[in-house]
């Protein structure tokens, strides 16, 4: 059974930092594309930031470039993901969902990704 379960969100004032993470099993995700799209009310699921598998390539949003750093464990049956999230803004604020597809191409397309985390919710005050 696939799962992808995420942690770690939180209320967090402007220039604040949280850490989510994501344990995903089920799969060999570790040849899997793994990244986190966030959505907030009223807006397009968006993803913020993705890291390929076997070519260890990364992409980010441009909103959060130099804020924002994601990570991966590998291992054969599971794979944790990781994203660091520093100098929060109020922007920032949406449900983050963890999800995987079976590339090793980074695509923006949220249509694209094979499996999703329920999210995890992020609010930054100002």
């Known amino acids: 059974q696939v799962q992808l379960v995420e942690s770690g969100g939180g209320l967090v004032q402007t220039g604040g930092s949280l850490r989510l993470s994501c344990a995903a099993s089920g799969r060999t995700f570790s040849y899997y594309t793994m990244g986190w799209f966030r959505q907030a009310p009223g807006k397009e699921r968006e993803l913020v930031a993705a890291?390929?598998?076997?070519?260890?390539?990364?992409?980010?949003h441009d909103s959060v470039k130099g804020r924002f750093a994601i990570s991966r464990d590998n291992d054969k049956n599971t794979v944790s993901l990781f994203l660091e999230m520093n100098n929060l803004k109020p922007e920032d604020t949406a449900v983050y969902f963890c999800?995987?597809?079976?590339?090793?191409?980074?695509?923006?397309?949220?249509?694209?990704?094979?499996?999703w985390g329920r999210g995890t919710q992020v609010t930054v005050s100002s």
């Open positions: 999800s995987a597809r079976p590339s090793t191409v980074i695509v923006h397309s949220p249509n694209l990704y094979t499996y």
């Open positions: 890291k390929s598998g076997a070519e260890d390539i990364t992409y980010y």
